[in-house]
């Protein structure tokens, strides 16, 4: 037993021994920055920090003329001009102006252009023209002549020849509303000159008129008033002279 273990030390200490040697040749081998870093695997090139950590190169500049990706398509335009900014562009058929009038011109909701007014002698034209029927009749037209809607109050105050005083009104002859007149629109009135059947007192012939209008308040006359011309005999008055309330339409007038 001993000389079998005497036999056995030396073999074993020529193999640990030369175990030792292959091992150090290999570490030599593999190590040759002297560092006793291993740097197989590492990317040819690629520099290196002073701790060992590897630093990733920089990235390409583009090209000129090329786009990078920004996750958005290129080729689409921009919404709002270039750089997102507003190009100033306006949709066809938009308007560039401010306050444009929109058909209405500042009326009052009738039309005409501006707020409505008072008919008058300086907006309007009158004619008088007697009537066959009724008889001893005259009718007063008056037109708007003006580029706004005007109310025609009342009734007309009618002055014949050197007349002080105006005739009354008939008053059921008074219509539901104010008669409005549009630019070219007329509104009429008639004028009883003498009794039919001659009962009248005072008669005489006058060649001239003067027509007043009223105002809204219904008390005495406002603006200019109009002097429309008479037949050249002139026309027959009599004491039973009077006027109708101011009509919108003619028939209306010629019916009293």
């Not at 701790?51 to 920089?58: K, V, Y």
């Not at 300086?122 to 007697?130: E, K, L, Y």
Request: glycine share 14%.
């Amino acid at each position: 037993m001993s000389s079998f273990r005497t036999a056995r030390t030396p073999r074993a200490r020529l193999v640990g021994a030369a175990a030792t040697v292959v091992l150090a040749a290999l570490s030599l081998t593999a190590c040759n920055d002297g560092t006793g870093v291993e740097s197989e695997g590492r990317a040819t090139g690629t520099p290196s920090t002073a701790n060992g950590t590897a630093t990733a190169p920089p990235q390409d500049e583009p090209a000129a003329g090329t786009t990078q990706d920004s996750g958005t398509d290129a080729s689409a335009p921009a919404a709002n001009g270039p750089a997102g900014k507003d190009s100033g562009s306006k949709a066809p058929g938009a308007s560039g102006g401010s306050g444009g009038s929109g058909g209405s011109g500042g009326s009052g909701g009738t039309g005409a252009s501006g707020e409505p007014v008072t008919c008058e002698g300086s907006v309007t034209r009158t004619t008088a023209a007697p009537l066959t029927r009724p008889v001893n009749h005259m009718l007063l037209t008056v037109t708007n002549t003006g580029s706004r809607t005007c109310f025609l109050y009342g009734y007309p105050a009618v002055r014949f020849g050197e007349a002080q005083a105006v005739p009354p009104v008939i008053e059921d002859s008074q219509p539901q509303a104010v008669v409005t007149l549009e630019p070219g629109q007329s509104g009429y009135a008639s004028v009883s000159l003498a009794a039919a059947d001659g009962s009248g007192t005072n008669g005489h012939t006058v060649k001239s008129l003067t027509v007043h209008f009223q105002g809204r308040s219904g008390n005495g006359s406002v603006g200019t008033a109009a002097q429309p011309s008479l037949p050249a005999q002139g026309v027959y008055v009599d004491d039973s002279l009077k006027v109708t309330y101011w009509q919108q339409s003619m028939d209306d007038a010629v019916s009293w």
